[in-house]
């Protein structure tokens, strides 16, 4: 029982501290009308975290009565941290401002951007429905280096650098509970009675909170949360069709950020494999990939996934009571309204160090996992990310006013703007960092012509916006569409990486490209 506890309160806050990071980027940083996001998002949201962890219990259980096995621990299920936080940062949230600088009132706009959410979970979950039959093909052709790359890069810029400035937006509540998050969680040192880490630092935080922000000692203006239930129910709804066309444009965010749960899935079900939890995996990608789709269907706006780490779980002691008891309490949450409650309670500032641990662990993970040649290959997939980063916070009109941004895309030059060369970098990140990851790579490893044709899937996927789209908002176009110097990107980016493919398939005509790789790359020390 108190191995189960101790799993719900770490797998309940992982999921509480995603829901706060998707509230807090719509509400405080899109000004996004909250009723639409406690009423709408959140119940269909929480419901696929119920619906996936109710799955994966019983799994469990039918797991244990087939191998008469007692102790099986269940696989944990919650939403998404990377696509959740990625998807209100660079889909949700510009729909919204696009939406209103189209003329809609923000309510409308919100409901629009609501349809859109909706409609983008639907697509990821019916790509995911599909990469669970061929997920692991997938994992076979692009290297572990783009892949865990990608997610790294998410890991340092999205869950890692934003949480970051909460923490220190409230510092001394924040680093109190950053301190005992990085004293239990990554250093490995038992609390006091082995007092769950988790449980620790968010009560230890939003205690100090209460007592020091009314005197003003926090450095921020104190401003008591509002007690208030937002109920509402899952309710399935075609809705998500009004959002169709324009989640279409989306697709090179959304797409990557499904095939890379898929890829997370396979890995995780074989870490529990190697603890002595044989589920397959077919049933595991499968879970996700349903749970996903009625959360959209329902009014969800994040995907849910397979969590990293029951080996962990199943080592404190966890089973099958941590699931039911984690997906009971989000999703009953979601829908009675409690869920938005606690989060208007709970500081940012004290939830964020959660996420900076898991953005640690995945980008510690890329480098461990790689062989230690590829390490500058996952290093390189993490720039893509960065540049996401800036544009997010430079489209911000809040930080630059919007003639500012519009005027500083078409700045004339003897180079192509730097704005508009940040922001086409920034554009399909995901996709353009695994490949990037994979080409690097592959060039490592002296397989010059396959390094070669993932320059040239890159040269087509750039001339036409699935990644580095020279538009603000992503979009995919034909080119010679474009007004200058926006048509420049596509010409400029394509023809640079044909020239490059080109360039690889001649050199690997030569001797010295056949060359064993030296013992300083393969061991990474250089």
């Excluded at 669970?132 to 783009?146: K, L």
């Excluded at 890829?263 to 529990?272: F, L």
């Excluded at 012509?449 to 176009?477: C, D, K, Q, T, W």
């Amino acid at each position: 029982m108190t191995g189960d506890l101790n799993g719900f309160f770490g797998l309940m806050f992982d999921n509480m501290t995603v829901l706060s990071f998707l509230a807090g980027i719509l509400i405080f940083g899109f000004q996004f009308p909250a009723e639409i996001v406690y009423k709408k998002m959140f119940p269909g949201t929480a419901f696929g975290v119920l619906f996936g962890d109710l799955v994966y219990s019983w799994m469990a259980i039918r797991l244990a009565k087939r191998t008469n096995t007692p102790n099986v621990t269940a696989m944990p299920l919650g939403l998404d941290t990377p696509s959740t936080i990625g998807i209100a940062l660079t889909v949700l949230g510009p729909c919204f401002l696009a939406m209103k600088a189209r003329g809609l009132a923000p309510q409308d706009a919100a409901m629009m951007t609501w349809y859109v959410g909706m409609a983008t979970m639907v697509l990821i979950g019916v790509v995911k429905l599909v990469f669970s039959f061929i997920g692991g093909w997938v994992q076979r052709i692009v290297p572990q280096a783009g892949l865990l790359g990608s997610l790294a890069g998410i890991g340092l810029a999205l869950i890692g650098f934003i949480p970051l400035a909460d923490v220190f937006g409230l510092p001394l509540v924040g680093m109190i509970a950053l301190g005992l998050i990085l004293y239990n969680l990554v250093a490995g040192i038992r609390l006091p009675r082995n007092f769950p880490g988790v449980l620790a630092a968010v009560a230890a935080g939003t205690a100090l909170y209460y007592v020091l922000a009314p005197l003003g000692l926090t450095g921020g203006t104190y401003q008591p949360p509002v007690g208030e239930l937002h109920f509402g129910l899952p309710v399935p709804t075609l809705a998500f069709r009004h959002g169709l066309l324009e989640a279409f444009k989306y697709l090179p965010i959304a797409v990557p950020f499904a095939v890379l749960t898929v890829v997370g899935g396979i890995n995780v079900t074989e870490s529990a494999r190697c603890a002595g939890d044989d589920f397959k995996t077919r049933d595991i990608l499968l879970t996700e990939a349903v749970s996903t789709l009625i959360a959209g269907v329902c009014g969800g706006v994040a995907q849910s996934t397979p969590y990293i780490g029951q080996p962990a779980y199943k080592q404190m002691g966890s089973r099958v009571g941590y699931t039911l008891l984690t997906g009971a309490f989000i999703g009953l949450g979601g829908m009675l309204g409690y869920i938005g409650f606690i989060v208007e309670l709970i500081p940012r500032a004290v939830l964020a160090p959660i996420l900076i641990f898991v953005a640690l662990d995945i980008m510690c993970q890329a480098f461990h996992a790689v062989p230690a040649a590829h390490a500058p290959a996952v290093a390189f997939s993490y720039f893509p990310t960065v540049a996401r980063l800036l544009q997010i916070k430079l489209s911000d009109p809040g930080l630059v006013p919007v003639e500012n941004f519009s005027r500083l895309l078409s700045a004339p030059g003897k180079e192509l703007p730097g704005l508009l060369v940040t922001v086409a970098l920034g554009n399909g990140f995901i996709l353009t960092a695994m490949l990037w990851g994979a080409f690097l790579a592959k060039l490592i490893d002296r397989k010059l012509r396959a390094s070669a044709i993932y320059l040239l899937i890159l040269a087509a996927f750039s001339f036409v916006g699935v990644v580095h789209s020279a538009m603000p908002e992503g979009n995919m176009y034909l080119p010679w569409n474009l007004a200058e110097p926006f048509r420049r990107i596509p010409y400029q980016f394509a023809t640079a990486y044909a020239v490059l493919a080109l360039l690889l398939l001649g050199l690997s005509l030569s001797k010295e490209s056949r060359e064993p790789i030296p013992e300083k790359i393969a061991h990474g020390l250089e």
